[in-house]
């Protein structure tokens, strides 16, 4: 078959915190891809059972309480970083476990369109790092997809309703809640050009949070009832997250919800439970302050975008977590505008990645939707810069481009030696906000040599920054005066494991996958006798409590504390300098606790870290 007329197909994919979905263009129209059970949403979550099957989806989530340390959840907020986690005694990278929910979606692709080679557009969310965007795009490889285009997911919403909405000109606001991540978007559509105006969000903000502030509610009642605080029991704490999402979800359409669980943990070897009435109220005091920040983001991006809230004239609600009630009801008295109520918050990014697909394909050529994105953060490099104590210092934010700039985007800026004489120069690349690096994100670096010794003036250096539509940046540097250049694409090389490892990781990912039990052993029902208990149950073959506390207290403490850190070190950026130096003193301490094997000392550190985040009002 000649090159010109290969085709493959192209499909979207909202790769979410708690579901996915994958969607094609079918007759002109976003559809989602069901699965061979007709299920719309594949729920994110990854067990390794004790036959050493991979289980994606619903059957996985079921098992989250029963089997906590065979499967896991919410793996996007640990995309791009470096900590494996380990399922059934082994160890995953983040890429690795979000590429067997991405292989699970390709099965229903491969169900409408039959074997073969097909590509994908994946959405992540607007403030996603080059990290956790890298990390997506490799996740989908590993997964067998062809990944040319990352697209963000306000963008992706945005698109879904901009096809629908092709006639008339007019401003909306994207207003993306989800599982683990918010994202905010202010777009404008006219003569059927949809234009991201200005982006922001949070990362690490989410559904997830609010289950979690529900978790430390029901655990403080344990506590006070019986001196046991369940979230130390890896089943206990287990039970009490999947009932907090529960009741989240019935608090969107009740009232009120009772809680009754007649196990949660054990003390003295006897089963303790859990009866509680949650009400909303009382479930808006313990997430207000979150949403609060969501509102706090908003203003912020009306105001970077140029625009007042009567410039709004069309309010999307995206995301799981915007069916809470007060979600809208905040939206609504913040903009003075009522949400639209025809936006399926669960499918619009899929459906919005099926758009982009459209496009890039051609499928919908026609239909005269163009769109354009923004960049999410400025970037630049690391310069000698004047402070009020020094005159000159090094660690200066230099941006070349500056957030929000429309993208694809080039921009040139020029720099000079620091020395007389110098020959070579070290070009640092950040992301970030802060005028100093050390608050911003590095995101690798490269040396330019060769530049004429001169002695008596300083020498120019043209730095260059391209950015393109996938979040994939180029960065040059020439010596304006002699013509040296050097340049390096970060995405595709700065931090990248070797083709080897991906291949390695792709053959031992795809032998999980096909691995096939052998139905005819007649151990089988004796192996599963222990993970067919509830959480906690009493064995009676042998009387003792069956819990992995001991074994796993360690590794929860640990993550936890990664979590802690994470947020105390983007909170640096927001602090006065004598502020700064108590919370990074704090952070010294937690972060060594962490390199540790002593968990005591670990939870002392977490302890006085949170303290003075407390004390700081973060």
Not at 248 to 253: C, E, G, H, M, N
Not at 279 to 296: A, H, M, N, P, Y
Not at 419 to 445: C, D, M, R
Not at 459 to 467: D, L, S
């Given at each position: 078959?000649?090159?010109?007329?290969?085709?493959?197909?192209?499909?979207?994919?909202?790769?979410?915190?708690?579901?996915?979905?994958?969607?094609?263009?079918?007759?002109?129209?976003?559809?989602?891809?069901?699965?061979?059970?007709?299920?719309?949403?594949?729920?994110?979550?990854?067990?390794?059972?004790?036959?050493?099957?991979?289980?994606?989806?619903?059957?996985?989530?079921?098992?989250?309480?029963?089997?906590?340390?065979?499967?896991?959840?919410?793996?996007?907020?640990?995309?791009?970083?470096?900590?494996?986690?380990?399922?059934?005694?082994?160890?995953?990278?983040?890429?690795?476990?979000?590429?067997?929910?991405?292989?699970?979606?390709?099965?229903?692709?491969?169900?409408?369109?039959?074997?073969?080679?097909?590509?994908?557009?994946?959405?992540?969310?607007?403030?996603?790092?080059?990290?956790?965007?890298?990390?997506?795009?490799?996740?989908?490889?590993?997964?067998?997809?062809?990944?040319?285009?990352?697209?963000?997911?306000?963008?992706?919403?945005?698109?879904?309703?901009?096809?629908?909405?092709?006639?008339?000109?007019?401003?909306?606001?994207?207003?993306?809640?989800?599982?683990?991540?918010?994202?905010?978007?202010?777009?404008?559509?006219?003569?059927?050009?949809?234009?991201?105006?200005?982006?922001?969000?949070?990362?690490?903000?989410?559904?997830?949070?609010?289950?979690?502030?529900?978790?430390?509610?029901?655990?403080?009642?344990?506590?006070?009832?019986?001196?046991?605080?369940?979230?130390?029991?890896?089943?206990?704490?287990?039970?009490?997250?999947?009932?907090?999402?529960?009741?989240?979800i019935v608090l969107s359409s009740e009232t009120s919800v009772s809680v009754m669980l007649p196990l949660v943990t054990v003390k003295?070897?006897?089963?303790?439970?859990?009866?509680?009435?949650?009400?909303?109220?009382?479930?808006?005091?313990?997430?207000?302050?979150?949403?609060?920040?969501?509102?706090?983001?908003?203003?912020?991006?009306?105001?970077?975008?140029?625009?007042?809230?009567?410039?709004?004239?069309?309010?999307?609600?995206?995301?799981?977590?915007?069916?809470?009630?007060?979600?809208?009801?905040?939206?609504?008295?913040?903009?003075?505008?009522?949400?639209?109520?025809?936006?399926?918050?669960?499918e619009a990014v899929a459906l919005g990645a099926a758009v982009q697909a459209g496009l890039k394909s051609g499928l919908l050529s026609?239909?005269?939707?163009?769109?354009?994105?923004?960049?999410?953060?400025?970037?630049?490099?690391?310069?000698?810069?004047?402070?009020?104590?020094?005159?000159?210092?090094?660690?200066?934010?230099?941006?070349?481009?500056?957030?929000?700039?429309?993208?694809?985007?080039?921009?040139?800026?020029?720099?000079?030696?620091?020395?007389?004489?110098?020959?070579?120069?070290?070009?640092?690349?950040?992301?970030?906000?802060?005028?100093?690096?050390?608050?911003?994100?590095?995101?690798?670096?490269?040396?330019?040599?060769?530049?004429?010794?001169?002695?008596?003036?300083?020498?120019?250096?043209?730095?260059?920054?391209?950015?393109?539509?996938?979040?994939?940046?180029?960065?040059?540097?020439?010596?304006?005066?002699?013509?040296?250049?050097?340049?390096?694409?970060?995405?595709?090389?700065?931090?990248?494991?070797?083709?080897?490892?991906?291949?390695?990781?792709?053959?031992?990912?795809?032998?999980?996958?096909?691995?096939?039990?052998?139905?005819?052993?007649?151990?089988?029902?004796?192996?599963?006798?222990?993970?067919?208990?509830?959480?906690?149950?009493?064995?009676?073959?042998?009387?003792?409590?069956?819990?992995?506390?001991?074994?796993?207290?360690?590794?929860?403490?640990?993550?936890?504390?990664?979590?802690?850190?994470?947020?105390?070190?983007?909170?640096?950026?927001?602090?006065?300098?004598?502020?700064?130096?108590?919370?990074?003193?704090?952070?010294?301490?937690?972060?060594?606790?962490?390199?540790?094997?002593?968990?005591?000392?670990?939870?002392?550190?977490?302890?006085?870290?949170?303290?003075?985040?407390?004390?700081?009002?973060?």
């Amino acid at each position: 078959m000649s090159e010109e007329n290969f085709w493959r197909p192209i499909v979207g994919i909202d790769l979410g915190t708690t579901n996915s979905a994958i969607s094609y263009i079918r007759n002109g129209k976003p559809e989602i891809i069901p699965s061979a059970k007709g299920e719309l949403l594949l729920p994110s979550v990854v067990l390794i059972d004790p036959l050493g099957n991979i289980v994606v989806g619903k059957d996985a989530k079921d098992a989250l309480v029963a089997m906590p340390d065979r499967s896991i959840a919410a793996v996007k907020r640990k995309m791009g970083s470096l900590d494996n986690i380990t399922i059934a005694g082994e160890s995953f990278s983040p890429q690795e476990i979000s590429a067997l929910i991405l292989k699970e979606l390709k099965q229903q692709a491969d169900q409408m369109y039959g074997e073969g080679e097909k590509e994908a557009v994946i959405t992540v969310p607007a403030y996603f790092t080059d990290e956790q965007r890298r990390a997506t795009k490799e996740a989908g490889e590993l997964a067998g997809f062809v990944v040319e285009r990352i697209i963000n997911e306000p963008t992706a919403a945005a698109l879904s309703f901009g096809l629908e909405n092709l006639q008339g000109d007019r401003t909306f606001l994207v207003y993306d809640l989800g599982g683990g991540t918010f994202d905010v978007s202010v777009v404008e559509m006219f003569s059927g050009v949809l234009e991201v105006k200005a982006s922001t969000g949070d990362r690490m903000l989410g559904g997830e949070d609010f289950d979690w502030r529900l978790v430390d509610w029901f655990a403080e009642k344990m506590i006070s009832q019986y001196g046991v605080d369940p979230r130390e029991d890896i089943r206990g704490k287990a039970a009490l997250k999947e009932e907090a999402e529960r009741v989240k979800i019935v608090l969107s359409s009740e009232t009120s919800v009772s809680v009754m669980l007649p196990l949660v943990t054990v003390k003295d070897n006897r089963p303790i439970g859990l009866t509680a009435e949650v009400s909303r109220e009382q479930f808006i005091s313990l997430i207000e302050d979150l949403i609060v920040q969501t509102l706090e983001r908003v203003t912020g991006v009306l105001q970077e975008a140029g625009v007042t809230a009567n410039a709004i004239d069309e309010v999307l609600l995206v995301g799981g977590s915007t069916r809470i009630p007060y979600v809208r009801e905040a939206i609504r008295s913040l903009l003075g505008k009522e949400p639209r109520s025809d936006v399926n918050p669960d499918e619009a990014v899929a459906l919005g990645a099926a758009v982009q697909a459209g496009l890039k394909s051609g499928l919908l050529s026609e239909s005269g939707l163009i769109a354009t994105d923004v960049a999410p953060f400025s970037m630049g490099i690391a310069v000698l810069k004047e402070s009020v104590s020094v005159r000159a210092r090094p660690g200066g934010f230099a941006p070349v481009i500056t957030r929000n700039t429309t993208i694809p985007v080039t921009r040139s800026q020029t720099f000079y030696t620091s020395a007389p004489g110098q020959t070579a120069v070290s070009i640092e690349i950040y992301q970030g906000e802060h005028e100093w690096v050390k608050h911003n994100h590095f995101l690798g670096e490269f040396m330019l040599d060769g530049i004429p010794e001169n002695w008596e003036n300083y020498e120019g250096i043209k730095v260059t920054f391209r950015y393109n539509l996938n979040g994939i940046l180029e960065v040059a540097a020439e010596s304006v005066s002699s013509g040296k250049q050097m340049s390096v694409t970060v995405q595709d090389a700065l931090n990248r494991d070797s083709r080897e490892v991906f291949e390695e990781s792709a053959r031992r990912l795809q032998k999980l996958w096909e691995a096939v039990p052998d139905e005819t052993d007649a151990d089988e029902d004796e192996d599963l006798d222990d993970w067919d208990l509830p959480p906690g149950e009493l064995d009676e073959d042998d009387g003792e409590w069956d819990s992995e506390e001991d074994d796993l207290t360690p590794t929860l403490a640990h993550e936890d504390g990664r979590i802690l850190a994470q947020r105390g070190h983007n909170a640096l950026a927001v602090l006065k300098d004598t502020e700064q130096k108590k919370l990074s003193q704090a952070l010294l301490a937690l972060d060594e606790a962490l390199q540790g094997e002593d968990v005591e000392a670990l939870e002392r550190a977490m302890e006085a870290t949170t303290d003075l985040l407390i004390e700081l009002e973060l």
